[in-house]
């Protein structure tokens, strides 16, 4: 909740898309914890309409969100890291101390934290690379279907609203959530998202740091696996991570 607000201000060029806050309190003088109001946003959830549209014509939704993401991307950072701090100096500190907590996280959830470990030890031997990203851009981290709303009535998908933007990063745009979903489905609807976004990055090294930052989202949905007892998509997940450690050490 404290980084999105943090985040509000380098939101502001898709402001037109999000939920205004009404009231804010971190002192817990009020309730025991912090809390925060915001205005609903008009449509209906993305996530419940989407699919009531014919397929070909899902396209238009993928290449708004392109759009969006772009626009998100444009936003420059004093650092990396999470953006209410604390920031880094260097990508492959900002990335390394995520895994390195992310791996704590699993620990303490009494998960096995051996093969996020080993990756960690792999990716950190490439540091330099991860360090050819030098300027920090800001990063939604949770922005995809879920997270967006509607026109409700509308001949094809409008978005007219974005939401749950507690997850706000500096980092390198190839890292980002959208990016790494738009990219898991070729030769499907999801593909109008690029033409709106652009292309990604291609050289050798561009393609190593994607395989780093798919990792980091399979480690990040360990927990969220495990948390609704979803044990094939758990084991399945741990075993994309050791595949992924794989790869990135035969470079």
């Not at 798919?214 to 495990?226: S, V």
Request: aromatic share 10%; charged share 25%; proline share 6%.
């Amino acid at each position: 909740m404290r980084n999105e607000h943090a985040s509000v201000p380098h939101l502001a060029p898709v402001a037109g898309l999000l939920p205004r806050t009404l009231a804010i309190d971190f002192t817990h003088q009020v309730i025991g914890r912090d809390y925060m109001f915001q205005t609903f946003l008009a449509g209906a959830p993305a996530e419940k309409v989407l699919t009531t549209y014919p397929e070909p014509v899902r396209g238009a939704f993928f290449h708004q969100l392109g759009d969006i993401t772009r626009t998100v991307h444009s936003v420059r950072g004093p650092g990396f890291g999470r953006v209410a701090g604390p920031v880094h100096e260097r990508w492959s500190d900002a990335l390394l101390t995520w895994f390195d907590r992310a791996a704590a996280d699993l620990t303490d959830a009494g998960l096995d934290a051996g093969d996020v470990t080993r990756l960690v030890e792999v990716a950190d031997r490439d540091r330099a690379v991860l360090d050819e990203i030098a300027e920090p851009r800001l990063l939604h981290g949770d922005l995809w279907v879920g997270n967006t709303m509607l026109a409700e009535g509308a001949p094809e998908p409008l978005i007219t609203g974005v939401f749950d933007c507690d997850r706000t990063w500096w980092g390198d745009p190839e890292a980002d959530w959208p990016i790494y979903l738009a990219l898991r489905k070729p030769g499907t609807e999801r593909d109008a998202f690029w033409k709106s976004y652009g292309q990604v990055g291609r050289t050798e090294n561009a393609r190593w740091r994607a395989l780093v930052y798919e990792a980091k989202h399979a480690t990040a949905l360990l927990l969220e696996f495990h948390r609704f007892g979803m044990d094939s998509e758990l084991a399945k997940t741990y075993g994309e991570i050791r595949d992924l450690t794989t790869r990135l050490a035969t470079r």
